[in-house]
């Protein structure tokens, strides 16, 4: 089975865990947009509780790491439901369509700064570094296929998509948070590495993502001018 059809498969699956609830928000009347804004309310959450946690954690308790992370999670289903929302309950619209895509931004952008903000407090140095370049792939993936679109080229190729950098991430801190919590006193490793390597991968991806994107851009570009 290949990567994109097992990701198919995980998100209709997820869809229909989830289809209850679309149907009792579009029954008591819950728009996609305040669906949207709560998600990034729930991630603005999640990054302060990093904050506090890098002002106020003793350097062995993950805890905040492994609640934030939990959050980053759960706020990621309101970024699957509004979407769902709005095509069940037939409220699409253009403007609805660029809220999300800015407000998910935004989520994005405080996520990482307050994993950004816990490791700097820690003084982890090179994972901060790590985390802030996972942010500038993040962002250039969205920011290639927005202007790729807007040229009118569909650009939606590439591995590391916004559902597999939130899983990721959040997956990374929630297993941070239990690891240190059961191992308690005498960790065999740093447990900061178990969110470290899953925003390794999300650096190293989503900017290989970008790239090709931006490669994918090129290719359709010729081939348009070849034609004419």
């Known amino acids: 089975m290949s990567f994109k059809t097992t990701r198919n498969w995980l998100q209709q699956t997820i869809y229909k865990i989830i289809a209850p609830v679309v149907h009792g928000m579009i029954r008591i009347g819950i728009t996609?947009?305040?669906i949207t804004a709560t998600g990034l309310v729930l991630n603005i959450i999640a990054a302060c509780i990093f904050i506090d946690g890098g002002?106020?954690?003793q350097a062995n308790d993950y805890s905040y790491v492994g609640w934030g992370g939990a959050l980053i999670l759960f706020a990621g289903l309101f970024d699957m439901m509004d979407g769902q929302v709005a095509r069940i309950g037939?409220?699409?619209?253009t403007f609805g369509a660029l809220f999300d895509s800015v407000l998910d931004r935004?989520?994005?952008l405080f996520t990482f700064f307050g994993i950004c903000s816990y490791l700097i407090l820690h003084n982890?140095?090179?994972?901060?570094?790590?985390a802030f370049i996972a942010l500038i792939g993040s962002l250039m993936v969205s920011y290639v296929r927005a202007r790729a679109e807007g040229l009118n080229i569909e650009c939606k190729v590439g591995l590391m998509q916004r559902p597999e950098r939130v899983v990721l991430t959040s997956l990374g801190a929630v297993c941070c948070?239990?690891?240190?919590?059961f191992a308690e006193e005498s960790p065999a490793f740093d447990p900061i590495w178990i969110l470290t390597i899953p925003l390794l991968f999300v650096a190293i991806f989503s900017n290989i993502t970008a790239f090709g994107r931006l490669r994918h851009c090129y290719r359709v570009m010729k081939a348009m001018e070849n034609e004419k």
């Open 124 to 130: 982890y140095t090179f994972e901060a570094i790590v």
């Open 32 to 34: 996609p947009n305040a």
């Open 177 to 181: 948070g239990v690891y240190a919590y």
């Open 55 to 57: 002002l106020h954690a």
């Open 90 to 93: 037939n409220m699409k619209s």
């Open 106 to 108: 935004y989520s994005e």
